[in-house]
């Protein structure tokens, strides 16, 4: 039975945080959804809804008193995330919170290769410095994200090289985060999270064509062609960089080391990529001849 009292869960109109949510119903656990907009929270037995912003750390107080663990999913990427984290932080801090539960990123550092894993770090450490317990769920890439790495044209383009991946399922890393929030033994652990496999993008451009019926390629960039191809989206410096630095880290090797912590926490092994899209054709219909 799980002594994690009343469970805040956060992100909860999102992949992740909504595929915990139904998972904590599944089990009869009881949570509250903190959520920015009421009308937008699922439906869930044993769920109740209080509306929280990331940007209101007082409304946040709110949201989460009287909880006693908290499913903290990290804020979109913004200029000013860190300070997101930070207002999550002394909230659960403020309301009595005793544990968190973050999903943070592999290799989390504060000079990792992925300029948005730095930001991970730094809510590492803030979480650590507010004596509440914590547990960190480091993920790898989504699998779900690989699919839509391919343009229309069927062609994967960055600065990857042959560096290798070891992406993972949000549906691994909800049972992951389930299991650490209901269960014992997680305190001051730090997952790494990751599929059972570490992919270079041409190899995943090969399943992906099984998957699709087409042809898909990878086709590999130099900075200065990756940042000049991107240019057109009009995005801030600060996003560009994220989404370069993606296939930068993948490249120098930073993403693949293949972990066993999925399948020694959610007691099964996780998905391969093949796996995944026969299971989820949604996620290459873009791309599907």
Known sequence: MSTAGIIAVTGVTGGLGGRVARRLAERGATQRLVVRDPARAPELAGAEVATGSYDDAEGLRRAFDGTRTLLMVSASEAPDRQRLHANVV??????GVER?????????????????????????????????????????????????????????????????????A??????????????????????DLTGPEALTLAEAAEELSRAAGRPIRYQAETLEEAYASRASYGAPGWEVDG????????????????SGDVAAVAGHPPVRLAEFLRSNPESYRHLAS
């Open 170 to 191: 949000r549906d691994d890393i909800a049972d992951v985060a389930v299991a650490a929030l209901v269960g014992g033994g997680h305190e001051g652990r730090s997952y």
């Open 243 to 258: 989404w370069v630095t993606t296939y930068v880290a993948i490249a120098n090797g930073d993403l693949e080391q293949v």
């Open 90 to 95: 002394d909230a659960a801090v403020a309301a």
């Open 100 to 168: 968190i539960v973050y999903t943070s990123f592999f290799g989390a550092a504060p000079d990792c290769t992925f300029t948005f894993g730095r930001d991970h770090w730094h809510a590492e450490e803030y979480i650590r410095a507010s004596g509440l317990g914590h547990t960190f769920l480091r993920d790898n890439l989504y699998i779900d994200f690989l699919p839509l790495m391919a343009g229309p044209d069927g062609v994967i383009r960055g600065p990857a090289g042959d560096g290798r991946v070891a992406a993972v």
